[in-house]
């Protein structure tokens, strides 16, 4: 059974940095895109950042220039460093994990005061 376990959420000031993890385990292949979503109450979920098997990325205009989506294949593990961090990226945060399939981690708390 496939689990994505997330970590490195937390309370941050403005301007500040977070960097989220997630691993992926009991998965025998490597996913062919890995990548992390955000969802604000009442809202739908928007796609933050993506990056395939062989390290294109891809982000939503919000977050270019500030957040850096990396993976380490190896360990099925995708990684988001988040700068400049502003109050409007409070939300929560998930991680997603594709291969033919979506798995869905369990979502970890990005908080931004100002």
């Known amino acids: 059974q496939v689990q994505l376990v997330e970590s490195g959420g937390g309370l941050v000031q403005a301007g500040g940095s977070l960097r989220l993890s997630c691993a992926a385990s009991?998965?025998?292949?490597?996913?062919?895109?890995m990548g992390w979503y955000r969802q604000a109450p009442g809202k739908q979920r928007e796609l933050v950042a993506t990056i395939t098997r062989g390290g294109s990325t891809n982000y939503t205009d919000s977050v270019k220039g500030r957040f850096t989506n990396s993976r380490d294949n190896a360990k099925n593990t995708v990684f988001l460093q988040m700068n400049s961090l502003k109050p409007e990226d409070t939300v929560v945060y998930y991680c997603?994990?594709?291969?033919?399939?979506?798995?869905w981690g369990q979502g970890t708390q990005v908080s931004v005061s100002s």
């Open positions: 997603k994990a594709d291969k033919g399939f979506a798995y």
């Open positions: 009991g998965s025998p292949f490597s996913f062919n895109s």
